[in-house]
Structures are given as structure tokens and as C-alpha cells.
């Protein structure tokens, strides 16, 4: 079975500080990855994903995130974090290539704080 | 835009009592999900729906759940029984295909507490 892990529960930063935060999956085949953040009292919203092709992934808001398979990794980057960027921030995963299994796998979300 | 809806924002519920949550899925999608996310807790997959009825279901989605989608644009999930530990906070999604590329819409999510 699929799982992830989100190691850092809750970051705080600066306003213009640059941002990285972990994800790991465990799965032995191929996986398609994804960030979701959720905004105080919104649904949850797709960042970035990534299926195939270059690792690096470009999303909304200036975010990106890179696929490093070796590290079983999918870490959220942004170089220069605002205010509006105080949110939960959730990896998540669906395994295979057989897309009507498309249930997603979640980590456990990282409260990001940014302090003006 | 589209937006996925649901009501209400919050439930307030006894144990023992049905509930039902009511969400508004895109109007051209074609499958319907239901995930949960118990206060500091992951986000966790309840059931998947598709051409009325269930795709697939995670083991959280027992006898005391249903899923049914009453009319062309409503689509609710009941507990028939609740517990304390259904309090949770529900998030109903859709989509239009399962294509590599198709998004996922969430709606804002039920906030539902069992006293």
C-alpha cells in the first residue's frame, strides 16, 4: 500500500524567506504525485503535479516541486514566500498507471505560517 | 472557475443520529468521491462513484456509510449511526474523466461533530 510522509508539521517563516518542504511516498511502482494547499476556511486546491516527464514541476503561485525517484521524494519549493502564502500544504499520491484507480493517498499536511 | 459545493459548512450532530452531507459536484463530471480528515489527522479516502455506484471504497467505509446520487446534480454521503469518532471534517470531489491529466475539484468540506 501506498503511504506518505510529511515530516514537518508546522514552518514558520519570514516574508521573503525561500521555502522547502519534504515529502516522501512509499510505493513500489509508478507513482503520479501531487501538492494540494488548503487557504484558512477553503477547499483544498491543486498546486502542482507531476506524472511523467521532467522532474521539475512548475505549479500556481510561483511554486515548484522536484521528483527525485532515487529519494522516494516530492519536495514543494518557493524561492521568496509571501503573506498570502499561510495556508496547510498537503502531499499526496496515487499509484499505477491504471487511472480509474485514482484514489489519493495523503500525507498528514505542514502548517506553513509566514510572519510579515 | 467551477466550484464543487457542499452543505452545510458545519453539522452538529448526536450520537446515534443519521446524518447526511449534501454536495454539488461540476455539472459535466462523471465521478464523485468522498474523503475525510479527522482533526490533525491526514486526509483520508472514504469511497468513489461512478455511473451510481461505487468504484471503489477504503475500509473506514462501512455498513453505517452510503453514498447516493438522488438527481442529476446532487451527490451525499449518510452515516446512518454516528459515532464520536465520524467527527470529522468531509470533503466531497469531482471530476470529469480519470485522465492522466484531469483535475481533482474539492469542495470546501463539511465540518461534522458528534456530541
Known amino acids: 500500500a501506498q503511504s506518505v510522509s510529511q515530516h514537518n508539521h508546522h514552518v514558520i517563516l519570514s516574508e521573503a524567506a525561500s521555502l522547502e518542504l519534504g515529502c516522501n511516498y512509499s510505493?513500489?511502482?509508478?507513482?503520479?504525485l501531487f501538492w494540494y494547499v488548503q487557504y484558512p476556511g477553503q477547499h483544498l486546491q491543486l498546486l502542482l503535479k507531476?506524472?511523467?516527464?521532467?522532474?521539475l514541476v512548475k505549479g500556481i503561485k510561483g511554486f515548484e516541486a522536484e521528483f527525485i525517484k532515487s529519494k522516494f521524494s516530492f519536495n514543494l519549493r518557493k524561492p521568496s514566500v509571501q503573506w498570502s502564502d499561510t495556508a496547510e500544504y498537503f502531499c499526496a499520491v496515487t499509484g499505477g498507471s491504471n487511472f480509474g484507480n485514482e484514489k489519493l493517498t495523503f500525507g498528514t499536511g505542514t502548517r506553513l505560517t509566514i510572519i510579515p | 472557475e467551477p466550484e464543487v459545493t457542499q452543505t452545510p459548512s458545519h453539522q452538529v450532530t448526536q450520537m446515534g443520529q443519521e446524518v447526511i452531507l449534501r454536495c454539488v459536484p461540476i455539472s459535466n463530471h462523471l465521478y464523485f468521491y468522498w474523503y475525510r480528515q479527522i482533526l490533525g489527522q491526514k486526509v483520508e479516502f472514504l469511497v468513489s462513484?461512478?455511473?451510481?455506484?461505487?468504484?471503489?471504497k477504503s475500509e473506514i467505509f462501512d455498513d453505517q456509510f452510503s453514498v447516493e446520487r438522488p438527481d442529476g446534480s446532487n451527490f451525499t454521503l449518510k452515516i446512518r449511526s454516528t459515532k464520536l469518532e465520524d467527527s470529522a471534517m468531509y470533503f466531497c470531489a469531482s471530476r470529469a474523466t480519470t485522465t492522466t491529466n484531469e483535475k481533482l475539484f474539492f469542495g470546501s468540506g463539511t465540518q461534522l461533530s458528534v456530541l
Open positions: 462513484f461512478y455511473n451510481n455506484e461505487i468504484s471503489e
Open positions: 507531476y506524472f511523467s516527464g521532467d522532474p
Open positions: 510505493y513500489g511502482g509508478t507513482v503520479n
